[in-house]
């Protein structure tokens, strides 16, 4: 978060837009209806320089799968016959590059010639051939430290090119828009995996949340241009792209990815001192202001009455005396309507190691969850952990519109959402912080993306 210039004193929200800005769980299936994947014969789908490997062998299962799906999908959704790649697939081993494995025009065509050597440390489809070419290296890499499944969602990015090239790049030449977009491809592709649709791959759930950390790896550097012409988003936009063509399929991936999209990628203005991390205590003293104005602007609307604020108090390693706080370092206790947060082991930890967002997100969910217990509202159960993460991304969507200004003196800062994602995937699926929820870190951040985009009815309220 940034402050701004002049530090404006606290008054409640006036006029507080009450949206956001702009599901079903799946668990995915262990196997392919007719029993466990089966790999796909090299003589039957040709890789131009692929070797042995495994991992080799993986990308060529993905690629065979990407083709059978899109063979079926692109008629459906785009009123075209799927044609396949004039040009193929290539791949490279950059720690052990052997040239005379390629044809003398190299990576693609003789229209557009690529070494390589150039393909090393990257993975791409090249319009000019329609070509897809990996580096296996860099796969390897990606598999070993974001686990395997990782590596089929490139292959379908890449492929997603490969459908917008027939099927046409975004008309304004944003390249934000059409890197997203093949996402949501992506994404979509990845649900039919996960319904056991493929025949050559299989996807097991907790490996969805080694996908959406992947993609962290994979995002644009913070405070980069969303107007470059390589951009690709931020976290949050390529996590929300995935996201969408998981949940609601190509038709989204087809229509939703205008030039009216929110993206939250942006600069780092001269205000965004230490990559846009303010203090840790202007943090507690900004969410203490903003909690309390969002709900009480909220709440009558949502459920008649008037907001009793809860308190907010931290500890340090010994949790409150509370019934069934034992070993937590985050929760709602109701009956003293107190919100209570571990500083040693949680508030300090996710403030340093993340920054000052996953702050602000580890307060406001039991901020929610109070909230909840006012209505008379479950505050233990899985719909509600959902519920508590879906309103505190339509909380976090109010410091995005700039709604706060007149009541801290601080806005949101380039990177800020994308913590958010980062705080629910490594916290917000440990017991110490939601005991007992079987929600996987995928379904949190989905859950916390509706309420962001849009607003309390995602989350059951404001209807």
Do not use: K
């Amino acid at each position: 978060m940034r402050r701004l210039l002049h530090r404006v004193a606290p008054a409640v929200v006036a006029g507080l837009v009450l949206t956001g800005c702009a599901t079903a769980t799946v668990r995915g299936q262990a196997t392919p209806p007719d029993g466990g994947p089966v790999d796909v014969a090299e003589d039957g789908f040709a890789v131009t320089g692929a070797g042995d490997e495994p991992i080799d062998q993986f990308a060529r299962n993905a690629l065979a799968d990407l083709v059978d799906f899109w063979t079926d999908a692109y008629p459906e959704h785009f009123g075209e016959e799927f044609t396949p790649l004039r040009g193929g697939y290539f791949s490279v081993d950059s720690e052990g590059l052997d040239e005379s494995a390629y044809p003398e025009t190299g990576i693609g065509c003789e229209d557009s010639y690529t070494a390589p050597e150039e393909v090393a440390g990257n993975a791409f489809y090249d319009p000019a051939c329609d070509v897809i070419a990996y580096d296996r290296a860099l796969l390897q890499e990606l598999s070993d430290d974001y686990g395997r499944f990782l590596v089929p969602v490139v292959m379908a990015h890449e492929f997603g090119h490969a459908m917008q090239g027939r099927f046409g790049f975004a008309e304004s030449g944003r390249s934000i828009q059409d890197e997203t977009q093949a996402d949501c491809l992506a994404g979509a592709w990845t649900r039919w995996v996960a319904d056991g649709q493929a025949t050559h791959l299989s996807l097991r759930e907790p490996e969805l949340d080694d996908v959406v950390r992947g993609f962290l790896l994979l995002r644009d550097d913070v405070g980069s241009d969303p107007d470059d012409v390589e951009a690709h988003g931020s976290y949050f936009d390529r996590v929300s792209a995935f996201y969408d063509g998981f949940e609601r399929g190509l038709d989204t991936c087809r229509d939703a990815f205008g030039e009216d999209r929110l993206f939250t990628a942006a600069e780092f203005t001269p205000y965004d001192l230490d990559q846009g991390n303010a203090a840790f205590d202007d943090i507690v003293d900004w969410v203490g202001a903003t909690l309390p104005a969002f709900w009480g602007e909220v709440y009558p609307v949502a459920f008649g009455g008037e907001f009793d604020e809860p308190g907010i108090a931290g500890f340090d390693g010994s949790a409150p005396g509370c019934a069934g706080f034992d070993g937590r370092d985050l929760g709602y206790c109701a009956e003293d309507r107190t919100v209570y947060i571990d500083e040693t082991d949680l508030a300090v930890p996710a403030y340093d190691e993340i920054g000052d967002f996953a702050l602000a997100t580890a307060v406001a969910l039991p901020y929610a969850l109070a909230v909840r217990d006012q209505a008379g509202l479950s505050v233990e159960d899985g719909e509600a952990i959902r519920s508590a993460v879906c309103l505190t991304g339509w909380y976090q969507a109010q410091w995005y519109n700039a709604e706060f200004t007149d009541v801290v003196g601080a806005e949101i800062s380039p990177g800020d959402l994308d913590e958010a994602v980062q705080f629910l995937l490594r916290y917000g699926v440990e017991d110490d912080v939601f005991p007992g929820t079987d929600a996987s870190g995928f379904e949190l951040v989905g859950a916390f993306r509706n309420g962001f985009l849009d607003g309390g009815v995602a989350c059951g309220i404001g209807g």
